[in-house]
T-cell receptor, first 112, second 113 residues
Framework: DAGVTQSPTHLIKTRGQQVTLRCSPK?????VSWYQQALGQGPQFIFQ???????QRGNFPDRFSGHQFPNYSSELNVNALLLGDSALYLC???????????FGAGTRLSVL | AQSVTQLDSQVPVFEEAPVELRCNYS??????LFWYVQYPNQGLQLLLK??????LVKGINGFEAEFNKSQTSFHLRKPSVHISDTAEYFC???????????FGDGTTLTVKP
């Protein structure tokens, strides 16, 4: 049983560019959450998707957007990249209103 | 709003010694509490969770934690650490059935031979 998978593993972009990160949830899970983990800090909640809709959102600008597909996989899009967007982006999946989240290994984004 | 404070940013300890990683939280509603471990260049692995019931919870790799509602704390303990326990540890809190978590800034546990 595959766990949460994220792609790509690493990504290098320049300021102003746009990026798309992908996540496949654990089998049986229907809810996907995205977190940003800056160096030396804990993960910060970006948003959560369920039934292809954004259900909750953290304190992130509109440059951060997402999508969930009918197969429950999800994408995180970041527009107009800033140096400060450099971080590890983690995807977590769960069942709807479940208590336990399972995390992927993350995508390391470097913005130059 | 919720917040999590991990009281020690770094904890060095010798192998086979006991260790305690401290976590305090703040919330106006009932919460669930979690401890995660993160090894270099990896995602988060759930060590243990408190959802309800007994305030002493046991997790993987010999770790345990105690929920103290009056002190709003959820400290992580292990009676005897190994070199392989060297990692970053995160305490997290979530509102019941909310699905999202608020994390502390982490504690770096370094186990020395």
């Amino acid at each position: 049983d595959a766990g949460v998978t994220q792609s790509p593993t690493h990504l290098i972009k320049t300021r102003g560019q746009q990026v798309t990160l992908r996540c496949s949830p654990k089998s049986g899970h229907d809810t996907v959450s995205w977190y940003q983990q800056a160096l030396g800090q804990g993960p910060q909640f970006i948003f959560q998707y369920y039934e292809e809709e954004e259900r909750q959102r953290g304190n992130f600008p509109d440059r951060f957007s997402g999508h969930q597909f009918p197969n429950y996989s999800s994408e995180l899009n970041v527009n107009a990249l800033l140096l400060g967007d450099s971080a590890l982006y983690l995807c977590a999946s769960s069942v709807h209103r479940g208590n336990i989240q399972y995390f992927g290994a993350g995508t390391r984004l470097s913005v130059l | 709003a919720q917040s999590v404070t991990q009281l020690d940013s770094q904890v060095p300890v010798f192998e086979e010694a006991p260790v305690e990683l401290r976590c305090n939280y703040s919330s106006s509603v009932s919460v669930y509490l979690f401890w995660y471990v993160q090894y270099p260049n990896q995602g988060l692995q759930l060590l243990l969770k408190y959802l309800s019931g007994s305030t002493l919870v046991k997790g993987i790799n010999g770790f345990e934690a105690e929920f103290n509602k009056s002190q709003t704390s959820f400290h992580l303990r292990k009676p005897s650490v190994h070199i392989s326990d060297t990692a970053e540890y995160f305490c997290a809190v979530s509102e019941t059935n909310a699905g999202k978590s608020t994390f502390g800034d982490g504690t770096t546990l370094t186990v020395k031979p």
